[in-house]
């Protein structure tokens, strides 16, 4: 596989921190946790030794492809990929999980390619891109990690099936139960895992994790989640893709979906790409935090993708990306950011 040129940015961010907490004995109709978020961990301490710098790898020459499953409550899934044109420059896996103490869980798993032309499972152990807080589900701490896969895992052409396992020793619920009706937060909760495949094409591909995973999103009356950086390449002059993975996105509560709580909007550069439209008409009317790698259950891992082309990148090219919500209760979506892939 070809060798990316690496850059490192600074992350120009505004988060702000989950410190919403369900009233102690209320109900927790979100996955939610009576745990009070504003108060400083060790999980936090972790979130701190992240510099507060976004990695971003540039790969020339290139396209891709990114596809995803959920984990919750599973010790296997499935990734059904389809885009790619070889030959593979890079393959990333990127997953994530809660962990239930301040000790790091799940840094393996282990990936198989079942079609076309089957190979071998192996096990990877990830490098950790980031942490974050509890997602309102009662662990410790959040862990995102991401590992390079050899060339032999990429598919002739097109795109593939792979099967995901969760080691033995870090699996928590296995018995694809409803993660609403059955969850532990005593054991690891695994959200979900993504593949990305980047080919050969005409587009220049900026890949941006470390920096990025972990970092929450909150919502009214907490302010919306914006962040901005800066593209390296040239434009091709051809279509701009952008693809975001993101973990704890939902519907509302299992498969029952709640009106104007869980109805984020993403906007780019001033153009809203995604989420329910209160002006001119948006492009994808859904939002893209609600679990649709695993829907209907158990949700809880996204990796989205749109044509952003429409979007005006500038000069020099940069994304800015906001993501609001239309609600007006107390109520929130606890999500965190895991990686975001821009073709242009």
Known sequence: MRSPLKIVVALAATTALCSYAFAEGSPRPYGGSSQDLSVK????SKVAKIKPKISLEIITNAQYAAAGTGLRN?????????????PLQKAILYWGVLCPTSSACGPSISLQRLTPSQN????????????????CWGSDHAEYYKAELPVSFAPPSGGGVYQVVVPSDEQGITDFSDPWESADN????????SLVLIGTGTSTINIMDVGLAGTPF????????????????TPSGGPITWSSINADGQVGSSTAAIPNDFDEQVTINGTQVSGPSTGPTTWDT???????????LPQLWDTRTHDISRVSLGSPPALSVSVTSLSKGPSLDC????????AF
Do not use: C, H, K, M
């Open 186 to 193: 005593n054991l690891p909760q695994w959200e979900g895992t």
């Open 41 to 44: 961990t060790d999980a936090s």
């Open 286 to 296: 859904d939002s893209d935090f609600n679990g649709n790698d695993a829907s209907p």
């Open 335 to 342: 999500i965190e950011t895991v990686a975001n892939i821009t």
């Open 120 to 135: 071998s499972p192996q096990e990877f152990t990830g490098i950790l891109i980031g942490t974050g807080r509890d997602l």
């Open 74 to 86: 599973r010790d296997t899934g499935i990734i059904n990929i389809s885009g790619f044109i070889p």
């Open 218 to 233: 909150v919502f009214p009356p907490i302010p919306p989640f914006t962040y901005s950086v800066t593209l390296f390449g």
